[in-house]
């Protein structure tokens, strides 16, 4: 198994990215915010337990997304790799993810890390809540709580990551078939 975590601030393009490497590489797509968005829609209890975090720019409780990850990968046995975009966003969920793919005789191969500076992340942010429907991307002070609970709670996965040699970091300034190129060099250059 191969899998990758895209790594960056909200609005560095790892949904973008995601999407483009997901269809070269042939890799799941794992996507927490994706994964709790449907749960909103489906009125599910923890969808709706979810809402409210997501609407003030917090962070759901580790063990809701851990477990939503856990049965993925569950329901998943023959997958040749996943790719995890927007997890893990804690040190815990790092480690908790570790354990996972051990527990299936496989790891995390890389973590590409969007480099992208905060007034071009908040310009994105505000052009993508036009378009979006989400609400938590049309409010700017939400947008603003998620960029410092993205610098408090979710940098620090890099430095865990960062113990193991795994990280690499992406210039995400450029367009985005230039950003693709560096990112699948990148995969290419593991994969061997
Ligand atoms: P995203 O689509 O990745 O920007 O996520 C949207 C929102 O969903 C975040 O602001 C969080 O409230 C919540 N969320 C997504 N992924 C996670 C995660 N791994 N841990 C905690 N909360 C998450």
């Excluded at 790892?14 to 797509?29: C, P």
């Amino acid at each position: 198994m191969f899998n990758l975590i895209l790594f960056g601030p909200p609005g560095s393009g790892k949904g973008t990215q995601s999407a483009k490497l997901v269809e070269k590489y042939g890799l799941i797509h794992l996507s927490t915010g994706d994964l709790l968005r449907k749960e909103r829609q489906l009125k599910t209890p923890l969808g709706i337990e979810a809402q409210q975090f997501i609407d003030k720019g917090q962070l759901v409780p580790d063990e809701v997304v851990i477990g939503m990850i856990s049965s993925a990968l569950d329901e998943n046995p023959a997958a040749r790799g996943f790719l995890f975009d927007g997890f893990p966003r804690t040190v815990a969920q790092a480690e908790a993810l570790d354990k996972l793919l051990e527990l299936k005789k496989s790891s995390i191969a890389l973590v590409l890390f969007l480099d992208v500076n905060e007034d071009e992340l908040i310009q994105r942010l505000v052009n993508r809540g036009k378009t979006s429907g989400r609400s938590d991307d049309a409010d700017e002070s939400i947008q603003r709580k998620r960029q410092e609970v993205y610098k408090h709670e979710t940098l620090p996965v890099a430095a865990h990551y960062e113990k193991f040699k795994k990280v690499v970091h992406i210039d995400g300034m450029r367009g985005i078939d230039d950003v693709f190129s560096s990112l699948a060099l990148h995969i290419d250059k593991k994969i061997g």
